[in-house]
C-alpha cells in the first residue's frame, strides 16, 4: 500500500518502521517539553497523509513511553483529514517526564476499516451477552 507523505515543517522527521515487518510507524516530536503528572500535552509530528477511503490511521502508544506512565488519548485520524498530525499524550504516572525533539512519542497504524451503513430498527435480535455489560462476565 502507498501512502502520499506531505511535510507540513521543514524541522520534521517523518514517520518510519523501525524494523521489517513492524506495524506501527514511529512518529517524533518536533519539540521538547516536559510533561508534568496528570497533564495532557499534544505534540505536533510535521506531517500529513492521503490514504484510500476504507483505512484509517490509529495512534497508539509507544512503549518506551508507555512504561514510564504516558498513555496517548483519541488519536483516529480519518482518510479525508489532510491537517498535521499530532500525538495527544496524557502523564497518568507522579512523575515528570522530559520529551526531547526528534524522540518517539507515539505508533501510527494503519487499519483497514468497514465503513458502516446504519439502519434504525425498533428492536434488535437476541444474542447470548443481551445487554450485559462492563463486569457482567464475572472474574473468572
Given at each position: 500500500m502507498?501512502?502520499?507523505?506531505?511535510?507540513?515543517?521543514?524541522?520534521?522527521k517523518l514517520p518510519s518502521y523501525a524494523h521489517p515487518g513492524d506495524v506501527g510507524l514511529d512518529m517524533y516530536a518536533l519539540e521538547g517539553m516536559t510533561?508534568?503528572?496528570?497533564?495532557?500535552?499534544?505534540?505536533?509530528?510535521?506531517f500529513a497523509l492521503e490514504f484510500p477511503t476504507g483505512f484509517a490511521a490509529i495512534v497508539k502508544d509507544k512503549s518506551s513511553i508507555s512504561k514510564a506512565g504516558l498513555h496517548t488519548?483519541?488519536?483516529?485520524?480519518?482518510?479525508?483529514?489532510?491537517?498535521?498530525y499530532n500525538v495527544h499524550l496524557v502523564n497518568l504516572s507522579d512523575k515528570e517526564?522530559?520529551?526531547?525533539?526528534?524522540?518517539?512519542?507515539?505508533?501510527?497504524?494503519?487499519?483497514?476499516?468497514?465503513?458502516?451503513?446504519?439502519e434504525e430498527v425498533d428492536e434488535l435480535s437476541d444474542s447470548s451477552r443481551g445487554t450485559g455489560?462492563?463486569?457482567?462476565?464475572g472474574k473468572k
Amino acid at each position: 500500500m502507498k501512502i502520499k507523505i506531505k511535510r507540513m515543517n521543514p524541522e520534521a522527521k517523518l514517520p518510519s518502521y523501525a524494523h521489517p515487518g513492524d506495524v506501527g510507524l514511529d512518529m517524533y516530536a518536533l519539540e521538547g517539553m516536559t510533561v508534568k503528572p496528570g497533564e495532557h500535552v499534544r505534540i505536533w509530528n510535521g506531517f500529513a497523509l492521503e490514504f484510500p477511503t476504507g483505512f484509517a490511521a490509529i495512534v497508539k502508544d509507544k512503549s518506551s513511553i508507555s512504561k514510564a506512565g504516558l498513555h496517548t488519548m483519541g488519536g483516529v485520524f480519518d482518510a479525508g483529514y489532510r491537517g498535521e498530525y499530532n500525538v495527544h499524550l496524557v502523564n497518568l504516572s507522579d512523575k515528570e517526564y522530559t520529551i526531547e525533539k526528534g524522540d518517539k512519542v507515539g505508533q501510527l497504524v494503519i487499519f483497514p476499516v468497514a465503513i458502516a451503513e446504519l439502519e434504525e430498527v425498533d428492536e434488535l435480535s437476541d444474542s447470548s451477552r443481551g445487554t450485559g455489560g462492563f463486569g457482567s462476565t464475572g472474574k473468572k
